[in-house]
């Protein structure tokens, strides 16, 4: 590896996430790093919504390197990341006042407990599917069918 290409990575990988252009990334990084950007604009989004300023300084190397390891050690997928993605966007606090999206704030966090997360996730969707057919029978047989 080149010196400059050392420095240039270096670089990027102390640059926090949403100060990078997609186009500074090298490519075989590109999904790791889009991946990670929606996780921590899930994140931001709802310390925003709660008028809280982070401190945290969510990095391009920290980041993608640990959505890379879930890819490749973990075995995850797109649509599993999707899917907790998705999740973590619509959730809401339970009657406990726990809630997912609080409670991760920084990758290895994400890694850590991303099997929970689609666990639930997945428990949702499920229940959802439960009660929407519970219904279909129902109104079948009201209309004596």
Known sequence: MKKDTKVEETKLNNTLLP???????PE???QFYTIALTF????QSYLTKLKIKSTAKHTYGTWTDTIRLMFENDKRTVEEFREV????KKETPD????SWKANIRSADTLRKQFEKVLIKSRQIKLAKKEVSGYRKITETNLMGI
Do not use: P, R, T, W
Request: charged fraction near 30%; avoid cysteine.
């Open 19 to 25: 100060e990078i252009k997609i186009s500074d990334v």
């Open 28 to 30: 075989e990084n590109k």
């Open 40 to 43: 921590h604009d899930i994140m």
């Open 85 to 88: 993605a998705e999740y973590l």
């Open 95 to 98: 009657n406990n006042g726990f």
